[in-house]
């Protein structure tokens, strides 16, 4: 497949970086945010735009005075909008917090001298919410802009944004084996989003936001940790996880005993599993083995075979399991991969030494996948 | 002398003259006797047929007389000379008396000829002499044919009913008390199965072709009965054989079947239209087989004991007890139980010989119990068809790759097991490795030779997956402790307050830990595999001098070089390096991939926190220790001070004072020195 490969394209940030995410408001670009993280130099946000027409990208750099990014979330109505979380630096001490930010409407489209940048203002600080622990990341309720999950240290935190600022509807705790930090969370986009999990050491932990209790649980039986998880978009109850083993585990929640499947191709840490929100039979890997992985797991899809073009009578398969593509960009660990929220088959992933790579899925699975004839 | 003769013919004439007077007056005797002759000729008829009728009259006392000594032949022979003129004279009225009195008798006869068919302890003549009869008594022969065979049946049923009792007996011991039945051991019971059963199919079938000679058909009857009978005896052979598991009976079982096979095929010659020979090689055949199975059955159990046996060795606590405070983990590390300690003092190369040792013994054992099977002695083992199906399908798939194939799946199954103690992966890693490579070839050969058996087999398949799975396990040894170093290292780092840290006076424990645990992995693989080729170093007299130098101007650099510059120029230099290498099974290879899999963690973790300036300079005390330590395990040097560049280049960038201020490196050489 690698002959018929669209080149992927290449861009560096000054600084480290290890948070991008896709503008998921913005569905007519191929847009994503990227944050730098350095502790010496200022920080800044990238809004990166893909111009499919030229292949060229398009930034809009923004100072980001708050401190270090360690993750973004955009909004997903408001492309203006954003939840982070920033490491904030001062002579002696260092604290990690949470913020609602606002991006201000560009005043020049070509600004992007240094001394002439716009920057992004603190909205909305969750200072009182994360309290003594340490945020880990927020997540806007796909559904509901209004309501976000914000996870600091092992407490999980439900919470709706009204003019008067933000309201705990509830909070809960997650700990295994004393294990104080929450990795990671996500939210399960059926059932109109009440459903918010947790990742504490090798558990998945699943909270109903309507009442606050849990739902379900699941655990890695290696007992290796689960740095990253993502819901299957259009299959109910199916989900990923990748982790410390390198392993991506595909789990049917209403049976969490044993996974549907495990994959295990990277060689360190997998940071970042996503499905594909349009086609779900493709899930992209990326880790600290400086490697990004597109999956197949059409078998594991909502839609694992469909109708022969050539006979009525026979189902297909769209295509087989396994790795469609190995992509070797990246000299550095890899800790986000990101489809793009807006085109199907385009896809970014950032590594730590600031490369950002726009990558796309082999043409030849594209088609397959909508089944044109080349 | 004319006168002589006229006289002569002259007495002559006279001569004839009173001779035809003689025939004259003999021929008037004669005619004057004749009447006479007549009337004494009618009065002997006369006297026969009055004879006669005294016997057609006393013939039904005779009957009865006879019945009465159980004469039936003596009976019938009468019968049946009576019967005609019987029948003949049957419109007389007494003769049909007569008739009716003696048939009554004849049906009592036949009854009671029946009866005697019916009778399972009559004697052989007695039967035949009933089948006879009532054969001359006008009985149809089929039905003769079918009460014969019956008769015989319950004779056959009753020693099968004895070799039964055996079976069920050897089935299920404990009801020996119970029965007065003794449990006989194979070979008496071939002789019980011989001595009984094979007689009296022998005798049947010579009685019967005396009886029904001339019945059309009755081979082909007597072979079906013979068929069904037979079956069902080779059957209890069978199983009663088959139940001959243990090792020191096989000796037995051996001159059992030999014995069987003989008798069977002896005692059933001379049966025209039988062949005996196929039905019993089957039998032989199938207890074989059952020795077989159950042979690799034993070898199967003795290698999961071996197996357990090694995995326990390998899981007990050690007597020898693990450095207590240096091996003890400060309040940094956590408190993690210390994987390696428990597996120490363990002489692993000694095992896997001892392992090896097992396969080879078990294996040869077997074959040598099997060997006696083919023993030239015996009838059945020159047979052909006992022959190529013994070493084809039996020693070869039953035994030698059926043996193989455990092993295999047996060492294949600990890939997916998450509780197996690691140095068990690496001795089974091993033990796969020496099988494919020596161990299956040679027991090959020897199987070859043992057996004579000029086709050799085809090991790719087997010895590929044997590779396969030696591999596999090397992996997951690789996976398994680098993991555990990787948890010991991430917990070490996470745990920690790295804002707050005070002057680092000496290297964190865990750091040592991680040292020792690296000499124990290599201890252990270095028992089992060898050393690897390692990357020529490039100046041996530098390393000597002062092996820390190099690594010193590296670290102190980045406080004055513009970060990324540096990690430019650092790349420039440095090859990347790939986690994917595959793991060769060499010392060097698997300890250069655990290394690197722990220190990429250790950087991971690094990257995940904010440093102090003590936190960071702590990270150069620890970093320079591993330095000093892990760079003599690996391929290549330069992998190792790569890594632990990347990781101080981390810290660096996590440091909270910017320009960082780093530790002096005679001080830290002097920190890591006093350890």
């Not at chain 2, 002997?44 to 000594?69: F, G, I, M």
């Not at chain 2, 007996?169 to 009984?196: H, R, W, Y």
């Not at chain 2, 074989?288 to 690799?296: I, L, Q």
Request: hydrophobic residues 35%; glycine residues 4%.
């Amino acid at each position: 497949m690698g002959e018929e490969t669209e080149p992927s394209l290449i861009y560096g940030l000054e600084l480290q970086g290890r948070s991008l995410a896709p503008i998921t408001a913005d569905t007519e670009n191929i847009s994503f945010m990227v944050g730098t993280q350095s502790l010496k130099s200022d920080n800044f946000v990238y809004i990166v735009t893909l111009d499919e027409d030229t292949g060229l990208l398009h930034k809009r750099i923004l100072k980001y005075p708050a401190g270090e990014v360690w993750s973004l979330n955009p909004n997903p109505t408001d492309p203006n909008l954003f939840l982070s979380t920033y490491g904030e630096k001062s002579q002696d001490s260092w604290k990690k917090k949470a913020a609602v930010f606002r991006i201000p409407e560009s005043k020049n489209n070509s600004s992007n001298d240094e001394g002439n940048l716009d920057s992004v203002d603190i909205e909305v600080q969750l200072d009182e919410i994360t309290g003594k622990n340490e945020p880990v990341g927020a997540w806007y309720q796909p559904n509901e802009a209004s309501k976000f999950c914000l996870i600091a240290g092992n407490s999980v935190n439900y919470l709706q944004l009204q003019e008067s600022g933000p309201t705990k509807i509830w909070e809960a705790e997650h700990s295994v084996r004393g294990q104080t930090k929450i990795e990671t969370g996500a939210w399960n986009p059926h059932r109109h989003c009440h459903q918010v999990s947790s990742v504490s050491g090798s558990q998945v932990m699943t909270w109903d936001t309507r009442t606050g209790d849990k739902a379900w649980t699941l655990n890695v039986a290696s007992g290796s940790n689960i740095r990253s998880m993502d819901y299957n978009p259009n299959k109910q109850y199916y989900l990923a996880t990748g982790g410390d083993d390198g392993s991506l585990i595909i789990w049917d929640y209403r049976a969490p005993s044993e996974p549907l499947t495990t994959v295990r191709e990277h060689s360190h840490w997998l940071w970042s599993v996503r499905y594909n929100s349009f086609h779900d039979q493709l899930i992209l890997s990326a880790g600290s083995d400086c490697r990004v992985q597109l999956h197949s797991q059409a078998s594991l899809s909502s839609e694992p075979l469909r109708q022969s073009l050539e006979d009525d009578d026979v189902q297909e398969k769209i295509l087989d399991d396994g790795i469609v593509q190995t992509f070797f960009d990246h000299e550095d660990s890899v800790y986000t991969a990101e489809w793009s929220s807006a085109d199907p088959w385009t896809f970014a992933s950032l590594s730590y030494d600031g490369r950002l790579v726009i990558s796309h899925v082999p043409r030849s699975v594209k088609y397959r996948i909508l089944n044109i004839d080349t | 002398m004319r006168v002589d003769f006229k006289s002569m013919e002259e007495e002559m004439d006279q001569l004839a003259e009173s001779m035809s007077s003689i025939t004259r007056f003999s021929n008037q005797i004669s005619e004057k006797l004749r009447s006479r002759r007549q009337e004494v000729a009618s009065l002997s008829a006369t006297h026969s047929t009055l004879q006669k009728l005294e016997c057609v009259l006393e013939l039904p006392d005779r009957l009865k007389e006879s019945v009465q000594e159980e004469e039936y032949t003596k009976a019938i022979h009468h019968w049946n000379k009576a019967n005609a003129s019987l029948k003949y004279y049957r419109d007389m009225p007494s003769f049909a008396g007569i008739q009716e009195d003696c048939e009554e008798i004849i049906c009592l006869i036949q009854h009671k000829l029946e009866q005697r068919l019916q009778d399972p302890d009559v004697s052989a003549e007695q039967l035949s002499e009933s089948v006879r009869l009532l054969q001359e008594l006008g009985n149809p022969a089929d039905n003769l044919i079918q009460t014969f065979l019956a008769h015989e049946a319950v004779k056959l049923d009753k020693s099968l009913e004895v070799l039964r009792a055996q079976v069920h007996l050897c089935q299920d011991p404990t009801k020996v008390n119970a029965d007065s039945v003794v449990l006989m051991d194979s070979l008496e019971f071939i002789d019980e199965a011989c001595n009984g059963f094979v007689p009296i199919l022998a005798d049947t079938a010579t009685l019967f072709y005396q009886l029904f000679a001339d019945h059309q058909g009755g081979e082909v009857i007597l072979n079906d009965w013979i068929t069904e009978h037979l079956e069902e005896y080779l059957n209890i052979v069978k199983t009663r054989l088959s139940l001959d598991k243990e090792e020191r009976e096989s000796v037995i079982l051996v001159r059992a079947l030999d014995r069987f096979y003989k008798k069977l095929s002896a005692a059933t010659r001379n049966l025209p239209g039988l062949d005996t020979c196929q039905a019993s090689l089957n039998v032989v055949l199938a207890v074989t087989e059952a020795c077989v199975d159950a042979t690799a059955a034993n070898m199967e159990a003795e290698l999961r004991e071996n197996v357990l046996a090694a995995r326990q060795a390998i899981a007990a606590p050690r007597t020898r007890m693990p450095p207590p405070a240096e091996g003890a983990v400060n309040s940094g590390g956590g408190a993690v139980a210390p994987p390696g300690a428990a597996t120490s003092g363990i002489n692993l190369i000694e095992m896997v010989n001892s392992l090896q040792d097992q396969i080879v013994d078990s294996l040869k054992t077997a074959l040598g119990r099997l060997k006696m099977f083919t023993d030239p002695e015996l009838t059945f083992s020159v047979k052909s068809g006992f022959r190529s199906r013994f070493s084809r399908d039996l020693i070869w798939n039953s035994i030698f790759f059926k043996q193989f194939w455990f092993i295999r799946d047996t060492c294949h199954k600990f890939t997916g097991d998450v509780t197996v103690p690691p140095a068990l992966l690496l001795l089974l890693s091993r033990t796969c490795l020496d099988l494919h490579v020596s161990t299956i070839p040679f027991l090959a050969t020897y199987t070859q030779d043992e057996f004579g058996l000029s086709e050799s087999p085809n090991l790719s398949k087997i010895c590929t997956s044997m590779a396969s799975t030696s591999q596999l396990l090397l992996e997951r040894y690789v996976q398994v402790e680098s993991g555990d170093l990787s948890v010991l290292l991430g917990k070490s780092v996470e745990a920690r307050d790295w804002l707050s840290s005070v002057e680092p006076r000496s290297v964190r424990a865990v750091m040592k830990r991680i040292v020792e645990d690296v000499n124990l992995i290599d201890s252990q693989v270095g028992q089992l595999y060898e050393e690897g080729n390692k990357k020529p170093r490039s100046g041996e007299s530098t390393r000597r001098l002062g092996g820390a130098s190099r690594a010193r101007s590296v670290f102190s650099n980045y406080g004055n070089l513009d970060s990324s510059l540096a990690t430019n120029i650092q790349k420039l230099f440095s090859e990347r390096i790939d986690f994917f290498t595959p793991v060769k099974p060499t010392k060097v290879s698997v300890l250069t991939l655990i290394i690197k899999l722990g220190l990429k963690t250790l950087l991971e973790c690094v990257r995940l926190k904010t440093f102090s300036k003590y936190g960071l300079q702590q990270i150069q005390v620890d970093c320079h220790y591993l330095q000093l330590h892990l760079w003599k395990f690996v391929q290549d040097e330069d992998v190792v001070h790569h890594l632990l560049d990347e990781i101080m280049y981390s810290a660096v960038l996590r440091s909270l004072h910017q320009p960082p201020v780093l530790m002096e490196a005679s001080v830290v050489e002097v920190i890591c020195d006093k350890v």
